[in-house]
C-alpha cells in the first residue's frame, strides 16, 4: 500500500508517496505565485494552488517507484489561516463564482486595526486566550474576514462559504466543504477545548454559521477523489481523502511527535517550538503578558492538543546573514567558521528580529542587530552570534511552554537549520534536553498528510499508532554534562537586550 500526502506550502505545493514503513518512495514540489499588492499585503490565487497540486500529483505519479493503483488514500496539509471566499455558484471545478478574491495569507499584516478590535470587544487578551486559547494576531483568519467586510462588502456579501488552505483543494478533490479541528483553532472562531465552532465568537462578531464548513477530526475520512478530480490529476477515483490539518500539526505527525514528552522544533525560515499535550494549555501564567504561546487543537485525535510558539527568522537569519556579508561563501563554510568561533562569541549577542516577531516579544516593529562588536570579532564571530541568538530565541518559546506545565523530554527537529550537526548540539546545550532527527526528516508536512490518510483507511488503529510504526529516530545528541558557562552568560544578555531596546524600535522603524 502507498498513500499521498499534499502540503499546500506559502511558496510550493508538495506531493509525497510513502509506504506502510513510512518509507518516502516519491516526492515533487511545484512552486505557485505569492502576490503583494501593497506593502505588508500577501495574497494568492486559489486556482494557483490547484494547478500546482495537479502538477505535483501527476509528476509523482509518472515516477519510476510509483504505481498509481497503489495509492489508496490522500492526506492534506497546508499554510494555515488563509481565507478562501467562495460564492454561492461555486463548484468542484471552478468556475467564474468560485473565488471571489485572492486568498489573504498567514503573513498579511493589514489587519493590526481589527485584531485590537476583536480583543477590545472581549475585553482584552487575557479574556481573548480564554474564549479561543489564542491572542488576536494579524496572521488569524478571523481579522481577514472582518477587513473584507469593512473594505469590500460587496465581495462579504456574495460570500457562501469560508475555506483555509488545505480544505479548497480537499474541495477540488472531493466536492465536499470540510476543515480540520487544527486548521479551525487557527481561525478565532473555534472553541479549541470542545473542538467546535465557537457560537458566542460567532455571534460576537456577526458571522454566520452557515459560511464554515463541517469539522473533522485530522484523521476522518471527509471523502473521495471525484471523477473530475481524477481526471485532472491522474489519481484513481473513488480513493478516501482525509481532513489532514494545518501544517505544524501535520509537521510535528510527520516527525512523530504524538506523545506528552515530545516536542517538535524547527529551523526553517522561521521557527516554530511545538508541544504535544493531552489537555489544552492556554498561555495565561502571566498576567501581563497573556498569549505569546497558541494552543490548538493536535491531528492525533480527540484526546489530542498542542502548545506552539514561532518566531520569525531563525535559519532565515542565518540566511541573510549569508546574503548581507558572504554571498559566495556556502553554509557549510560559514557554519565551520561560527564552529571554530568561541561559545558567547567573546561578547557579542545578535539579535534575530529581522521582520518584527511573534514570540516571546510579538512586535511587528522590533529590529534586530549585533550587539557587542569589536575589532577583534571574525565573520566567524558574527555567524556564530546569528546562530546562537537563534537558538537563545528558540530556548525563550521552550521554556514559555516549561512555565506552563509541559514536560519536555526530547525535542525532534527538522528544517534546513538542523542539518547542521553543530547546530543541533547547541540546541541540545542550550534546551538542556535530547536533540533527535528522524530517518525521514526531508517528509515534513506532506509525510505527516500521508500518515493521517493512512490512519482513514484503516491502516493503522490511530495516529499514534501509525507515527510509532512509521517514524524512525536516529541516535539522539545529548546536552554536554557541563555547558561552557560563556553561552550561559550570552544567553543571559541575550534574554534582557529586548526590555532595554523596545523602546527604540518604533523610532528606528519610522525612519524610511
Not at 490 to 505: D, I, K, M
Amino acid at each position: 500500500m502507498h498513500f499521498l500526502g499534499l502540503d499546500i506550502g506559502t511558496s510550493s505545493t508538495k506531493a509525497l508517496v510513502c509506504d506502510e514503513l513510512g518509507r518516502i518512495v516519491a516526492d515533487a514540489s511545484v512552486p505557485h505565485p505569492i502576490a503583494q499588492p501593497q506593502s505588508g499585503w500577501s495574497e494568492q490565487d486559489p486556482a494557483d494552488w490547484w494547478r500546482s497540486t495537479v502538477q505535483a500529483i501527476r509528476t509523482v505519479l509518472q515516477m519510476p517507484a510509483v504505481r498509481t493503483e497503489e495509492i489508496v488514500s490522500v492526506g492534506l496539509s497546508g499554510q494555515m489561516h488563509g481565507s478562501v471566499l467562495l460564492g454561492a455558484d461555486a463548484a468542484p471545478s471552478g468556475g467564474r463564482s468560485d473565488v471571489l478574491r485572492p486568498a489573504i495569507l498567514w503573513n498579511d499584516q493589514r489587519t493590526a486595526g481589527q485584531c485590537a478590535a476583536i480583543e477590545s470587544a472581549l475585553g482584552g487578551r487575557s479574556a481573548m486566550v480564554e474564549a479561543v486559547a489564542n491572542a488576536a494576531l494579524p496572521g488569524f483568519t478571523l481579522p481577514k474576514l472582518l477587513w473584507v467586510r469593512e473594505h469590500e462588502p460587496d465581495v462579504w456579501n456574495r460570500t457562501r462559504t469560508v475555506l483555509l488552505p488545505k480544505d479548497f483543494i480537499g474541495f477540488r478533490l472531493t466536492g465536499v466543504l470540510a476543515t480540520d479541528v487544527g486548521d479551525a483553532s487557527g481561525t478565532l472562531l473555534f472553541d479549541v477545548d470542545r473542538r467546535e465552532w465557537s457560537p458566542p465568537m460567532l455571534d460576537r462578531f456577526g458571522i454566520d454559521a452557515d459560511l464554515l464548513p463541517p469539522v473533522f477530526e485530522s484523521a476522518r475520512r471527509i471523502g473521495t477523489v471525484s471523477p473530475w478530480a481524477a481526471e485532472q490529476t491522474g489519481l484513481r477515483a473513488a480513493i478516501p481523502v482525509a481532513a489532514g490539518s494545518g501544517d505544524n500539526m501535520t509537521a510535528a505527525v510527520g516527525a512523530g511527535v504524538a506523545a506528552p514528552g515530545l516536542v517538535l522544533g524547527v529551523l526553517g525560515t522561521s521557527g516554530v517550538i511545538y508541544a504535544h499535550v493531552n489537555q489544552p494549555r492556554k498561555d495565561l501564567a502571566d498576567p501581563n503578558a497573556p498569549g505569546r504561546l497558541h494552543t490548538m487543537a493536535a491531528a492525533t485525535g480527540p484526546a489530542g492538543w498542542c502548545v506552539t510558539g514561532c518566531m520569525l527568522s531563525a535559519a532565515g537569519a542565518l540566511d541573510w546573514c549569508r546574503r548581507a556579508i558572504a554571498p559566495t561563501s556556502s553554509f557549510d563554510e560559514l557554519l565551520g567558521e561560527a564552529e571554530a568561533a568561541p561559545p558567547g562569541c567573546e561578547g557579542l549577542v545578535f539579535l534575530p528580529y529581522l521582520t518584527g516577531e511573534r514570540c516571546p516579544y510579538p512586535d511587528p516593529v522590533a529590529r534586530g542587530g549585533w550587539i557587542g562588536l569589536t575589532s577583534r570579532h571574525t565573520r566567524g564571530h558574527l555567524v556564530r552570534a546569528v546562530v546562537e541568538g537563534v537558538t537563545f530565541g528558540m530556548a525563550q518559546i521552550l521554556d514559555l511552554a516549561r512555565s506552563l506545565g509541559i514536560a519536555v523530554d526530547a525535542v525532534r527537529v527538522n528544517g534546513g537549520g538542523n542539518r547542521s550537526a553543530f547546530w543541533r548540539q547547541l540546541q541540545a546545550d542550550v534546551y538542556r534536553c535530547p536533540i533527535e532527527t528522524t530517518t525521514t526528516e526531508d517528509g515534513g508536512s506532506a509525510l505527516g498528510a500521508a500518515i493521517l490518510g493512512a490512519v482513514a483507511v484503516g491502516a493503522f488503529p490511530s495516529v499514534a499508532a501509525a507515527c510509532q510504526h512509521m517514524i524512525a529516530t536516529n541516535d539522539a545528541m545529548a546536552a554536554e554534562d557541563s555547558p561552557d558557562p560563556r553561552l550561559r552568560r550570552a544567553a543571559e544578555v541575550y534574554r534582557s537586550l529586548y526590555a532595554e531596546l523596545a523602546p527604540s524600535f518604533p523610532s528606528l522603524a519610522a525612519i524610511s
